[in-house]
Every structure is written in structure tokens, then in C-alpha cells.
């Protein structure tokens, strides 16, 4: 399994540094790192050109980025899935005949979780081929988080209780699948994703009120076997923490939590593998020692110490 992957970032005992800020990260060498969570043009949302994302990759050092394309299927707002396979896997194939002795080119998709379009993404899923699939909940019920009038009547604390019940039947559908024998799914997305959103909108966040959901969602996660993300695109965004923050990677280290993935969620070529140094130490301070690095739907679990 683990591959010839060299572990090589500064970690525990490493050396340190700090910024002009005063605070202190680890120097990490990128060598092991992945970004597996990221968007070019063939997301309806970015117009990123994706040889871009690939030298910018490059020139962070990082050993990998994983395409994650975004498939979406809510019979209102997403009537027709924009997501074009054909185009998509023909610029992968283009990108790894220039870049591939270089770095690793991953094709990966990003599922946003409807409930009621299940037949069809599982039928998709298993027609076409992937080195990763991540798992999003970008609504709960018929309720898209990132809409604000749809948080009309709720208040930022039923909703969010709402958000986390919701993603709570999610990774419960994923767990039921491989009781059946199927794993779907590799990883789940941003799991406080909600609180971007009531920031943005109501300028606060009730994440710390669900704490009994987040447990059941992250042990979930682990009788699932979907390895959750440290999504780091809100340190871009004015918040200063990922999704989820150091709290919940704290509490999935001690319900037995063993690896995380580590994606930017980069809908611009600046924003491929940033924060990283961040999320590799709250994964330290954690207890949490590998990274979970997909390729052709297999899991290596990479070393940190
Ligand atoms: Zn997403
Ligand atoms: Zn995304």
C-alpha cells in the first residue's frame, strides 16, 4: 500500500518559524502533500484554466493535486448537471502527458449529497472512473446553504442543527452502502460548511451548539470509512479558521480518527495548496498522523511523524 511516498515535513520537533504576525506554523516540506480538493473550468463556478492549477502546484512544491470537479443534481437549481465527463477526462489526459513525470494529476469529482437524486449519482459514479470522490452537503433539506433567503423562519441555530442532521443522513446513507459492500464515496467536504455561510449573512456561527451531531458525523465517518477534509479555501475567505475548525479535528483524533484529507477547495490558481502549514499543525496538535491520499479510488495513508 503506502508506496514510496518520502515523509518529509518539518512536524513534530521540526524546525518552526514565525511570521510577521508572530504566530508560529511548521516549515513543511511539500513533498508529500496533495491537494485534493480543488476546481478549474469544468466547474460551473470557476474559470480557472486547469494547466494553471497544475504550475501553480508546482511551484508550491506539492507531490499531487486531485481535479474535483463539481456534480450537482438538485432537481430546482441544478435541472441539468453541467458536470461534461468527456471534456473533463480529456483535459486530464492531456495535463498528465505534459506534467505527469513531474506530479501526480488526480481525477476526482465533488457530489453534492441529494437524497432524492440518489439512484442516479450512484448509477453515474459507477459508470465512469475516478481516483477520488468527495462527498459535499451544500444543502439541508430542499434548503441551499448558500442562499440566503433560504434561511428565512430559522435561526442561525436550528439551521445550522438542520445542516448537521442533514449531513448526518448523508454519511449514514454511506455507511448503510458499505454495510452492502459498496464505498462510494472517499471523502467528506468541508464538514462546517455552514458557517461560512452564517457568517456571510447573519456574522456569526453556531457550529459550537452541535457538538453531539458533529460527534455522531465523525464517528460515522469512521464506520463508513469516508475520511473527512480539512478544507482550507476559508482562510481565503476572512475566516480564520478551515472547515471544520481545530476543535472538531481535535474530537475525531480522540473518537479514533487516523488520517485526513487536505484540500485548498482553490477556484483560482493563487489558492491551490494554501494553508496548508495550518492544517498540518492542528492535524499535530491533534494527535492525527497520516494523510489519506487517493489514487484510482485506493487509499494510502501517508505519515506524518
Ligand atoms: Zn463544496
Ligand atoms: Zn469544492
Redesign the pocket.
Known amino acids: 500500500m503506502v508506496c514510496g511516498l518520502r515523509r518529509c515535513w518539518g512536524g513534530l520537533g521540526g524546525k518552526r518559524r514565525s511570521d510577521a504576525g508572530g504566530k508560529t506554523d511548521y516549515l513543511v516540506s511539500a513533498m508529500t502533500l496533495y491537494d485534493q ?1 480543488l476546481h478549474s473550468r469544468h466547474s460551473f463556478d470557476c474559470r480557472t484554466e486547469p494547466a494553471a492549477n497544475v504550475k501553480a502546484a508546482l511551484a508550491r512544491g506539492l507531490a499531487g493535486l486531485t481535479f474535483t470537479e ?1 456534480f450537482d443534481t438538485h432537481p430546482d437549481e441544478w435541472k441539468d448537471c453541467l458536470y461534461d465527463d468527456e471534456a473533463y477526462s480529456a483535459t486530464i489526459r492531456q495535463l498528465r502527458e505534459e506534467y505527469a513525470d513531474r506530479i501526480f494529476i488526480g481525477k476526482g469529482i ?1 457530489v ?1 449529497y441529494q437524497p432524492q437524486r440518489m439512484d442516479f449519482i450512484l448509477d453515474f459514479l459507477a459508470s465512469h472512473e475516478f481516483d477520488l470522490v ?1 462527498l ?1 452537503v ?1 444543502y439541508f433539506g430542499d434548503r441551499p446553504v448558500h442562499v440566503e433567503e433560504a434561511w428565512q423562519g430559522l435561526s442561525v441555530e436550528e439551521g445550522t442543527r438542520r445542516y448537521f442532521d442533514y449531513m448526518l443522513q448523508a454519511v449514514n446513507f454511506c455507511r448503510d452502502l458499505l454495510g452492502r459492500g459498496e464505498r462510494v464515496f472517499d471523502v467528506l ?2 464538514l462546517d ?1 455552514v458557517k461560512r455561510y452564517t457568517k456571510r449573512f447573519f456574522g456569526n456561527d453556531a457550529v459550537s451548539c452541535c457538538g453531539d451531531l458533529i460527534d455522531q458525523v465523525l464517528s460515522t465517518c469512521i464506520e463508513a470509512d469516508l475520511i473527512p477534509e480539512i ?1 482550507t479555501s476559508t482562510l481565503r475567505q476572512n475566516l480564520d479558521e478551515t472547515m471544520p475548525g481545530d476543535q472538531t479535528v481535535i474530537r475525531y483524533g480522540q473518537l479514533g480518527g487516523k488520517a485526513m484529507s487536505l484540500g485548498s ?1 482553490a477556484h483560482t490558481a493563487e489558492g491551490v495548496g494554501s494553508g496548508f502549514d495550518k492544517a498540518l499543525s492542528m492535524l499535530t496538535a491533534a494527535g492525527i498522523d497520516h494523510l489519506a491520499v487517493f489514487k484510482n479510488r485506493e487509499r494510502t495513508e501517508v505519515p506524518l511523524t
Do not use: A, Q, V
Request: with cysteine; net charge negative.
Open positions: 480538493h463539481h465533488e453534492c468527495l459535499s451544500h467536504s468541508h460548511f478544507n477547495d
